[in-house]
């Protein structure tokens, strides 16, 4: 979202960005749209990666005169807290911010600071999402509708074909599939990879963490809001730290400078790729066009980000926010955000739309994308990710990457994850 990753995007980031990093980076402003005093009204969108929505403006805009949409892409982790830190002073916050699946239940428990969306109509949708899908959303009572789903993850691994054929390992997507049905079948393939290269295999250890979280029943809190760390955290745990210690980890940084570059350096060949990913590999790396392709994630399934479009009540023009943000959520604009960049649509009635189900992507090889991730994302039961599951992962990773970046012994690591998982719990 995110990519994301919703996207993405959408993936996550390694640490905070401050508010003020994010302003300077963007060099945009991070406060809503504007009137311009002729009629015309600027609707800013806030996100992180890529949602598909470059052409997605140009097309509004030609279509709707008075409208002007300013697009800002920041980090992930920053662009939550700057959403939270507006909802909190009461001014400034976007016209339509994206909020992905590791946040939603903090911004879903402030649905006051949010339009209801079912005061505008969109409870017509609620038929067209996946179930889980809407309510990830909705208030407790049922009453409030704070957003309207972009994308869904769903899981797969991306790999580099010429990377592997060089490394003495098959190339077809299938036999690829069939070389790690279990993440230590994974690593065992990654020393074999890292033995005959020299080369690390995977970008980093946190994007080992994720996914195999995304796996477990229970992630970091169950739906009492209670710090669960042995449980799938402590799975999705060790495994990253078994794969920093077989030496497969690149160290880098999702959505930063040298992570985007070892996408075309072959720093890594390896990652794991919900459907928003693929946006993020296509752009960053257009000079690799058909040496990637997709195979199966160890382990089977898992939802890995997913993202929301919501309105909050601050913005001086919420009606046509919402006229916006109901227009990308047609098919026809969620076929085409899929087609661009690869985000699967929250919708499961477009996955049986041939512009969805025949599609193969080329950058991929070829790969089956519209039977792949649709696929996973039919069979999908989402963990319940708790209020403060963001923040909390986000500690947790910092603790990986300190075992990354060998500031912290693995045998140590485990104490010092969990006591900063339960200083965020208890704060």
């Known amino acids: 979202m995110k990519r994301s990753w919703t996207h993405w995007a959408r993936a996550a980031t390694v640490g905070a960005v401050s508010l003020v990093m994010v302003a300077a980076c963007s060099g945009k402003s991070t406060t809503g749209g504007s009137d311009s005093g002729d009629g015309q009204i600027t609707l800013k969108i806030n996100f992180w990666g890529d949602f598909g929505l470059q052409d997605l403006k140009t097309k509004y805009e030609a279509e709707h005169k008075n409208i002007k949409i300013q697009l800002n892409s920041g980090e992930y982790n920053a662009q939550h807290e700057d959403l939270q830190k507006k909802l909190v002073a009461g001014s400034g916050a976007a016209d339509i911010a994206a909020i992905d699946e590791g946040f939603v239940v903090q911004f879903r428990s402030q649905a006051d600071k949010f339009v209801n969306l079912l005061d505008k109509g969109a409870g017509s949708y609620e038929s067209k999402y996946l179930p889980w899908k809407w309510k990830q959303t909705l208030s407790a009572d049922g009453k409030t509708q704070i957003g309207l789903g972009t994308d869904v993850g769903g899981l797969a691994m991306c790999y580099r074909t010429d990377l592997f054929q060089a490394?003495?390992?098959?190339?077809?997507?299938?036999?690829?599939s069939a070389l790690w049905p279990t993440w230590d079948k994974f690593i065992e393939v990654g020393q074999q990879y890292t033995a005959k290269t020299k080369k690390k295999f995977?970008?980093?250890?946190t994007n080992m963490f994720n996914p195999i979280l995304g796996q477990q029943p229970v992630g970091f809190y169950?739906?009492?809001?209670?710090?669960?760390?042995?449980?799938g955290p402590k799975v999705a745990f060790d495994y990253a730290v078994k794969g920093i210690e077989a030496g497969l980890s690149a160290n880098l940084a999702s959505f930063q400078a040298d992570w985007d570059k070892g996408f075309t350096s072959g720093s890594f060949a390896v990652l794991a790729c919900p459907a928003w990913m693929l946006g993020h590999i296509k752009d960053t790396a257009p000079g690799t066009a058909g040496k990637?392709?997709?195979?199966?994630?160890?382990?089977?399934?898992?939802?890995w980000g997913g993202s929301f479009l919501t309105i909050p009540k601050q913005g001086k023009h919420v009606d046509e926010a919402y006229k916006l943000l109901e227009w990308l959520v047609q098919p026809e604009q969620q076929i085409e955000i899929f087609k661009t960049v690869g985000n699967l649509p929250s919708q499961p009635a477009l996955y049986s739309d041939p512009a969805i189900a025949d599609f193969k992507n080329p950058f991929f090889n070829d790969a089956p994308v519209g039977q792949i991730f649709p696929k996973m994302a039919a069979g999908l039961t989402p963990q319940y990710l708790g209020k403060k599951n963001g923040p909390t992962r986000v500690e947790v990773e910092n603790v990986i990457g300190r075992v990354?970046?060998?500031?912290?012994?693995?045998?140590?690591?485990?104490?010092?994850?969990?006591?900063?998982?339960?200083?965020?719990?208890?704060?």
């Open 167 to 176: 490394a003495g390992l098959p190339t077809d997507r299938d036999q690829v």
């Open 202 to 205: 995977v970008d980093s250890a």
């Open 222 to 231: 169950n739906d009492q809001e209670q710090l669960q760390m042995d449980g």
């Open 292 to 303: 990637w392709d997709i195979a199966a994630v160890p382990g089977g399934g898992g939802n």
């Open 404 to 427: 990354q970046n060998k500031s912290l012994k693995p045998d140590a690591a485990w104490a010092e994850a969990v006591k900063a998982a339960e200083k965020v719990a208890n704060s």
